[in-house]
């Protein structure tokens, strides 16, 4: 059989089990132990001061009534930075690759923003859709332009995710295949590729952290506007 760059975005399985599904219970493995401590030890130390200053950072923009959605959008965070990591892993895939998750993700939680809007305060949020002093002849185009760009909001969010790694893995898929198959030929050229490959996966690593919070933070904006 034949295989493709894109076979990486297929769940590999063993014994009719997905490899990813096994690879999700390694961060089971952080979880602290029942104690009648808080903090244990310096690793659920780390893991609150983590959670503490994402929390933070997401929940400085809001009021408090916006507070309200702390857990969902750490919880949120969480979970995409997880996947993501994961899936740089050998033998697993990133769910996160497929456009169908990350729209799942993305239009329930758009939704919740701009209903929590119209019910919270109407006005102000069918405001946005007319910038304030706007010519009459232009009323009807710019009320057009930001309603398409209000309801494209959810599909920029899955894409920009979907794309950025998936692009990430096709690089390295590319890089890696060439420095195996440049290996017997030239080795200095597929040591330096190696090289490029080692730098690749740490920025691979860094993008899978950055867009996981761009994810979560693009939806704290959204809340933002609507209370």
């Known amino acids: ?33 029942p104690n009648n401590r808080w903090i244990t030890n310096r690793l659920s130390t780390l893991q609150l001061w983590l959670i503490n200053t994402i929390t933070k950072q997401l929940m400085t923009p ?10 969902i959008l750490t919880s949120l965070m969480t979970l995409l930075l997880t996947i993501n990591l ?44 007319l910038p304030e002093g706007t010519p009459t002849p232009l009323i009807p185009a710019l009320i057009m332009i930001e309603t398409i760009s209000l309801f494209i909001r959810p599909l920029a969010l899955g894409v920009r995710l979907t794309a950025n790694l998936t692009a990430g893995h096709l690089l390295i898929q590319l890089i890696s295949t ?31 952290m950055i867009q996981a919070y761009v994810f979560v933070l693009l939806l704290s904006l959204y809340l933002q506007e609507n209370i």
């Open 1 to 33: 059989m034949i295989l493709t760059f894109f076979d990486q975005f297929s769940s590999p399985y063993l014994l009719g089990i997905p490899l990813i599904l096994l690879s999700m219970l390694f961060p089971t493995l952080l979880l602290p132990t």
């Open 62 to 71: 809001l009021n408090k009534p916006g507070h309200t959605w702390a857990l």
């Open 86 to 129: 994961l899936g740089l892993l050998p033998y697993t895939f990133t769910p996160t690759t497929q456009l169908s998750m990350n729209m799942a993700l993305a239009f329930p939680l758009w939704l919740a923003t701009l209903l929590t809007g119209l019910r919270n305060q109407p006005t102000t949020s069918l405001g946005h859709l």
């Open 178 to 208: 060439a420095t195996i198959t440049l290996l017997p030929i030239m080795p200095t050229v597929s040591s330096l590729t190696a090289m490029i490959l080692l730098l690749l996966t740490i920025l691979e690593i860094a993008v899978a």
